[in-house]
């Protein structure tokens, strides 16, 4: 069974950077997407930014023009690049990839990473 393993969350003061990491380990293939989402408390959990695997890049609303995500082509990695921070942007960020298998899909999800920004 594979699994998401995501780095780079912690506390930062608004205006500030920090940068996700998340990769995949053990018996995780034929990846289609990869990207975050994240969830705040009281609120229903969205998409920050995905990556499909034909280049395509799809990112939230309230991020765009601030975060920035990346991959890493030579495995399952994705990287999520976030500046300008905000106090709204404090949520904790899962990793997920897309998992295809025929015409089924399957969703790995991280264990989440927690980000803080102070005002």
């Known amino acids: 069974q594979g699994q998401l393993v995501e780095s780079g969350g912690g506390l930062v003061q608004a205006g500030g950077s920090l940068r996700l990491s998340c990769a995949a380990s053990?018996?995780?293939?034929?990846?289609?997407?990869m990207g975050w989402y994240r969830q705040a408390p009281g609120k229903q959990r969205e998409l920050v930014a995905n990556?499909?695997?034909?280049?395509?890049?799809n990112y939230g609303d309230s991020v765009k023009g601030r975060f920035t995500i990346s991959r890493d082509r030579t495995k399952f990695a994705v990287y999520l690049q976030m500046n300008s921070l905000k106090p709204e942007d404090t949520a904790v960020y899962f990793c997920?990839?897309?998992?295809?298998?025929?015409?089924?899909?399957?969703?790995?999800w991280g264990q989440g990473t927690q980000v803080t920004v102070s005002s």
């Open positions: 990556i499909i695997w034909g280049g395509r890049i």
């Open positions: 997920n990839a897309v998992q295809v298998a025929g015409t089924t899909t399957f969703d790995y």
């Open positions: 053990g018996s995780i293939f034929n990846i289609r997407n």
